[in-house]
């Protein structure tokens, strides 16, 4: 029989639990003590864009200024120059690239319309400045970061755009090959049709 | 209080240490050529000053130690950025409420909003004075100690009202009517427990009713008042009691910040708000002080051996135990309402204490022996569970049927 005041007691042993476990197990002591520690982020977590680039900064960078993310972007917040040579002819590489992190909305649809795999969203949140104008507006300088970063952010994402990347590559140069064979064989047929020729003569 | 001669070793003894800065002031004083008024004049101010020095500085310590032991059972850390584990929160906290403006409202009694948190710390230190901490050292060894205390407590509840009166404000006034209503319906079963402890003890002198408790039955039970069968009730009703007077969790409905703002509290800001603070955190000190010289022994050790400890020791320890208890029941519990309060005191609490005092008697004189157990516990038990029995079905919920769910 359940004596009056029984609750009482099983309502104690619960927060005595708490109070015991929480020095030791790690589930009933769930604080993240910032700035020393930081919590985890989901992989879906998504802030502000990145540019990136395989090996060099200014020569890896995949952006090729096409401008279509500064198109697509709702709010506007992207100002992209592209970078010619003396003769008026694009280099296909930004010569600024500028976002406003004051402006920019992180909908992430730059990131979608990208046809280079080079804009994607960043994780970062500790973007605090005391400069309300200049200091929320980011260069090249600021949103280059590496592939390696980005597989560090994102695996999942970074190595399917590495595997694409590396697929697409195999298959142009297996394209070249075959395309390079194809003509070598064809100057190998003309040799030997021109010999023949040539031996009939 | 005769001054000893500076050779008397055991004057530093660990069982002198407290009398220690009343001691040395009256030999100063008495070697100065002192009068004899003037030296013990001047030893009672030394004897108030360590007991204030001790209780505040418990005081401070306790506010850290609460906030630390509510954040464990709610599964974070407490405060720890303000020193070594937050120790030197309290120096923080009391900069705050020492740097704060000081604001009074326009319709408010200015001089008794001024009077109102003075009257509530000066009966709790006053109260501190008569338990007897020691062996050696009660600091106002009172005949009538126990109507002492009980005397000065009650201009806690009077100062409480005088609080909510001089706001001038509706939130002030609602809280501090409940705080009376409640203080006072929590102080009768108060007095009735105390009242077997007196009956049983046969003084109202608190040091006697601790020399009282000295002794073990069967060589190790100690013979507190809380090992008899009505102590054991009157004990647990002592304690239930201390935290509705003490406006504490889950009788905290006088000041609870979701119910009322701060009650009687809420006009007061800065230093003022420090002391209504201090106020109740040093008259929870009082009364568990007094719930252990009553029910838990005062300062005797529990074991036989033990007694190499020194008696002020145990004390301390006794009430850090009874603390910590009083935090445990804070984090658990939901806050009662006022109806719920009010029904639980006058229809539980004081027919329950009521039952006590025969039950102390008859104990007292069926010999204080097994044969007194046998015949009092039924005299408790059968009652109480047959009250809890019609209260189980009175006040829960009935089962409900959801007719168009099924």
Known sequence: ?201 | MLPLAASDASLFSPEFLPRLPQRLVEMILTNLGAAESLVSIAGFLAAAGTVLAVFLSAFALLSLIERKILARAQNRIGPNRAGWFGILQPVADGIKMLTKEDIVPAKAERLLHLLAPILIVLPSILALGVIPYGREWTPLPLELGLLFFFAVGSMTELAIFIAGWASGSKFPMLGAMRAISQMVSYELPLMICALGVIMVSGTLSLPRIVECQGGFHLGFIPAWNLFTPWGLVAGLLFYICSIAEANRCPFDLPEGESEIVAGHMTEYSGFKYALFFMGEYLGLFAISGLGITLFLGGWQAPLPGLDFVPSWIWFFGKLALVIFSFLWIRATYPRVRIDQLMRFAWLCMIPMSLLTLPAAAIWHFTGRGALSWVVTVPLLAVPWIITAMIFNRRLSPATRHYHFAE
């Not at chain 1, 104690?12 to 930081?38: C, D, H, W």
């Not at chain 1, 802030?47 to 060099?56: K, Q, R, S, T």
């Not at chain 1, 297996?174 to 064809?186: I, N, P, Q, T, V």
């Open chain 1, 1 to 201: 029989m359940k004596l009056p005041g029984m609750g009482l007691l099983e309502g104690l042993a619960v927060t005595g639990r708490n109070m015991i476990g929480s020095f030791y197990k790690k589930e009933r002591m769930t604080t993240v003590q910032y700035p020393e520690e930081r919590a985890p982020i989901s992989p879906n977590f998504r802030n502000f864009p990145f540019l990136v680039y395989d090996g060099d900064p200014k020569t890896g960078l995949r952006c090729t200024a096409c401008a279509i993310c500064e198109k697509e972007c709702p709010p506007q917040c992207i100002y992209i120059v592209l970078e010619r040579d003396e003769n008026g002819k694009s280099l296909k590489r930004p010569k600024v690239f500028d976002i406003d992190l004051s402006v920019c909305m992180n909908c992430g649809i730059c990131a979608e319309v990208c046809p280079f795999d080079s804009i994607y969203m960043d994780g970062e949140y500790e973007l605090s400045t005391d400069d309300r104008f200049g200091g929320l507006l980011f260069g090249l300088d600021r949103l280059s970061k590496s592939a390696e970063y980005h597989m560090k952010l994102r695996p999942e994402q970074a190595s399917a755009v590495m595997a694409r990347r590396k697929a697409d590559e195999e298959k142009k140069a297996a394209a070249a090959a075959a395309k390079l064979a194809k003509a070598r064989a064809d100057a190998e047929a003309k040799k030997a049709a021109g010999q023949e020729k040539g031996g009939e003569a």
